[in-house]
């Protein structure tokens, strides 16, 4: 995989294409799959894993019935949190990057190996169906793929990223100077999996996310980035009251 930081540039085109060469390309998928998986060893717990839905998204009035009108849905864990690059609202890129290399192991961890398999080979499967919604409850209909080159994930469809972010009014709040924080929430339901050819049989059903952008400044969390991971020290006290160990106020 690429050494690149952003996700945003243009694509750096294959120099041969699987169905040319079954073989190889099965071989590739297994090696950018243990490539995934591996991002996950030698890191520190990442710090939104702390972060509870029901404190974060408590007064999510329409959000929250949509997920209780899903069968059996399971409560959404935080698996990605990162500022939002301004670069990321400009809707001609047609799809939302998130991960990069170990800043996905969460969302990695969420995947089942069938998944796994239908994202990076989605050369063949077109990619993997996931339901993402916003904070009113609005549904969107992904396609989740990756980015060998950059090693991100892509929730990828031109004409649901383009209402997903006008909906959820990002570039107009870019423009306007705004730093944007964004939360990736992961959950499953046998509801999702309806209508659709299973990918694996999870036992709480399909996977499903939840995207939340905060006002840094606006939702009372600016300040200093306290780690790696992207939160900061006044999101952590907001969302997970305990202190962070080593913070002095």
């Known amino acids: 995989m690429g050494q690149a930081s952003s996700d945003l540039s243009p694509p750096v085109p294959r120099e041969w294409y699987p169905a040319k060469s079954p073989e190889k390309w099965a071989n590739t998928i297994a090696v950018w799959k243990a490539e995934l998986r591996a991002f996950g060893a030698g890191h520190a717990p990442a710090n939104y894993l702390k972060l509870k839905f029901d404190d974060v998204c408590g007064g999510c009035a329409a959000l929250r019935a949509e997920l209780a009108a899903l069968d059996a849905a399971t409560t959404p864990t935080c698996v990605y949190a990162k500022k939002l690059p301004g670069a990321q609202a400009d809707l001609r890129h047609g799809r939302l990057s998130i991960g990069g290399k170990h800043h996905g192991r969460d969302i990695t961890a969420a995947l089942t190996d069938g998944e796994l398999d ?132």
């Not at 904070?135 to 992904?142: A, H, N, Q």
């Not at 046998?190 to 050819?197: D, I, R, S, V």
């Open 118 to 249: 239908a994202i990076i080979d989605d050369d063949r499967t077109g990619g993997l169906d996931v339901p993402v919604f916003d904070r009113d409850g609005r549904r969107y209909e992904f396609k989740c793929v990756y980015a060998e080159d950059t090693g991100f994930y892509r929730l990828a469809g031109a004409a649901e990223y383009r209402r997903f972010m006008a909906d959820n009014n990002v570039v107009r709040d870019v423009e306007l100077g705004k730093e944007l924080f964004m939360e990736v929430w992961a959950f499953r339901s046998p509801a999702l999996q309806k209508g659709k050819k299973p990918v694996d049989d999870h036992p709480d059903g399909a996977l499903g996310m939840v995207i939340l952008f905060f006002d840094l400044d606006a939702d009372g969390l600016g300040d200093e980035l306290f780690d790696d991971d992207s939160l900061t020290i006044k999101h952590i006290l907001r969302h997970y009251p305990k202190v962070p160990e080593g913070y002095t106020s």
